[in-house]
């Protein structure tokens, strides 16, 4: 088992890890919005929110010199199941043509009472 940390992404605010390596898979830690250089939330916005999860997502994986499309498996956490098409563009979009196994549910709230969480399981295998 291989603990993952990198600058590039939001560091823990717990006692929890940005990823564990075990095997060929690598399991993610939800990732919310915080812009890793500030290490502040980012605008109050789905779109922008979506966008700096998918960006902290892939900047974990290329510290493992992995891609969005080694991911096999998400799951979505939001706030609000109305704004679901608005994430799930972003969401695509920072995909492309992948089309990873996922799952989505609506909660009554993130920390840092942010609007969207995400966590992947991603594999070495591509």
Known sequence: MKTIFTENAP???GPYSQGVKVGNLLFLS?????????????????????????????????????TLNHIVKSTIFVKDMSQFATINEEYGKALGD??????????????KDVLIEIEVIASTEK
Do not use: C, F, W, Y
């Open 11 to 13: 560091k823990a605010i």
């Open 98 to 111: 992948h089309r990873p196994a996922r799952s989505t549910v609506e909660i009554s709230r993130l920390p």
């Open 30 to 66: 939800g990732q919310i919005p915080i812009d890793p250089a500030t290490g502040n939330v980012v605008e109050n916005d789905i779109n922008l929110q979506t966008q700096q999860v998918m960006k902290n997502i892939q900047a974990i994986l290329e510290s493992e010199e992995l």
